[in-house]
């Protein structure tokens, strides 16, 4: 499974950002998918998760209500909606799948930089 992350940037505290994450090669072996995030010097975060077949999903403390994980099953692609974004979601965020236990793949991450 190969996972293609796309969408960050550069934007103002109080703004968005939609991420997407195109998954391809054997999808069927995934369960689920999520997003996580690094931050210089610290440890990894999880971020949000949601499987492919029930939509169900979970989010971080630090993020819900701000960010909408979502999934197209038809282009095996997800998506994270980052609203509100505060200078501590400064990040490079990686998406991630694997099964109901573990996360077997990561994709190359894209760097989110919110300016206060």
């Known amino acids: 499974v190969q996972l293609q992350a796309s969408g960050g940037g550069l934007v103002q505290a109080g703004g968005s950002l939609r991420l997407s994450c195109a998954a391809s090669?054997?999808?069927?072996?995934?369960?689920?998918m999520g997003w996580f995030r690094q931050a210089p010097g610290k440890e990894r975060e999880f971020v949000a998760n949601i499987y492919w077949i029930s939509g169900r999903t979970s989010y971080g403390d630090s993020v819900k209500g701000r960010f909408t994980i979502s999934r197209d099953n038809a282009k095996n692609t997800i998506y994270l909606e980052m609203n509100s974004l505060k200078p501590e979601d400064t990040a490079v965020y990686y998406c991630?799948?694997?099964?109901?236990?573990?996360?077997?793949?990561w994709g190359q991450g894209t760097q989110v930089t919110v300016s206060s």
């Open positions: 991630a799948g694997g099964s109901t236990t573990k996360y077997e793949y």
């Open positions: 090669g054997r999808t069927f072996s995934t369960y689920r």
